[in-house]
């Protein structure tokens, strides 16, 4: 179970103190919208990121976790007209795609990054790095962006579909070809409107557990709150099992279509192709 508190969204802007969405044309409505979420998810990461880990406002410790973060796929910061002849190729192979996708991929996502940057610009004013010296937007953004958006998730109906980036979760793999995931990702709200009172008392521990099953005390409270996140196993994990999580589809590379394979590599840094 990962408390709610612990996973950074574009509302964590507010929560950590540092901005309010009112201040940009558009107003908090359009925080996770489909076109700008991402820039409200990096511009909370980077304040985040230079946010005081002793601050007594600050329950989670945002800067030595987002200075963790790393992997993803290719920055999608740098320029189309950048890339080799054989980098372009080495990435059709890796994602069993045609150079045209792969380079159609990484103009789409360096466009997205351009459109962001200046909402970013918008949104947050330029932060202080950890020593207190001036830090510039685009710098900040091009390091973290990309790493942000491999890390996210969707966070389900509880969440209103908003975007965030889960601890744990964010280190999960997507399953190699031939193989599926074996964990599913689900907030605590989202598993009480289908699954089983049984299996919902299991989750939450004792009080919980004497709740569902008819518990009358006054007052008395369930240990998790609706949005907490849960991790739900697919199928039987066995102890040194590695954690996969499906990040389009089912998982099978082999039947991934080509442009989804090429952005599973430039987004995630997973090679689905055949090798």
Request: with cysteine; charged share 20%.
């Amino acid at each position: 179970m990962i408390p709610r508190r612990c996973v950074l969204t574009a509302d964590s802007l507010e929560e950590i103190g540092k901005i309010s969405h009112s201040g940009v044309s558009g107003g908090a409505g359009k925080a996770n919208s489909r076109s700008s979420w991402p820039a409200y998810l990096t511009a909370s990461a980077l304040r985040a990121l230079h946010s005081s880990p002793s601050s007594a406002a600050n329950e989670v410790d945002w800067p030595t976790w987002i200075h963790s973060w790393t992997g993803g796929g290719d920055s999608p910061s740098r320029r189309p007209e950048s890339y080799s002849q054989d980098e372009l190729s080495r990435l059709a192979q890796l994602a069993g795609s045609s150079q045209a996708v792969v380079l159609e991929a990484i103009n789409a996502r360096f466009a997205s990054y351009v459109r962001h940057l200046d909402q970013i610009s918008a949104i947050v004013a330029s932060p202080l790095d950890i020593t207190g010296a001036p830090r510039k937007i685009e710098e900040d953004a091009a390091a973290l962006y990309g790493v942000v958006l491999s890390r996210s998730a969707n966070l389900g109906p509880t969440w209103d579909y908003t975007r965030g980036v889960i601890p744990l979760h964010d280190m999960l793999n997507h399953p190699p070809p031939g193989t599926g995931a074996n964990v599913e990702l689900f907030s605590y709200g989202d598993i009480k409107s289908f699954a089983p009172p049984d299996a919902v008392a299991g989750i939450g521990g004792k009080e919980s557990e004497d709740r569902n099953r008819g518990g009358t005390m006054p007052n008395e409270r369930s240990t998790l709150d609706d949005q907490d996140i849960v991790l739900v196993a697919r199928k039987t994990i066995h102890l040194g099992d590695e954690l996969f999580l499906s990040y389009k589809g089912k998982g099978e590379g082999d039947n991934t279509e080509e442009k989804q394979r090429a952005w599973l590599l430039l987004q995630y840094g997973f090679p689905l192709g055949r090798q």
